[in-house]
């Protein structure tokens, strides 16, 4: 669903990027085209990182970047 994308997504980059789930702040998922993304950041030592989390169109994970 939708309403749980961005808090997968916080696990997702938390585990890719090194910070703690509660570091990392996820945006509500929007549709583009075919798909959802989830944008988001986290503030580290260079400062604030931004990344995309990108779902399917069913709502299935598939990467963050």
């Known amino acids: 669903a939708m309403g ?3 808090r997968f997504c916080a ?3 938390s585990a890719k990027f090194g910070f703690r789930p509660n ?3 996820p945006n509500a998922a929007f549709r ?3 798909r959802y993304v989830v944008q988001g950041w986290f503030d580290g030592s260079n ?3 931004f990344f995309n989390c990108y ?3 069913r709502g299935n994970f ?3 970047q």
């Open 55 to 57: 779902f399917d169109g």
């Open 62 to 64: 598939v990467q963050v």
């Open 4 to 6: 749980d994308m961005p």
């Open 11 to 13: 696990g997702e980059a």
């Open 32 to 34: 583009i085209g075919g």
């Open 23 to 25: 570091e990392i702040t």
């Open 47 to 49: 400062g604030t990182s």
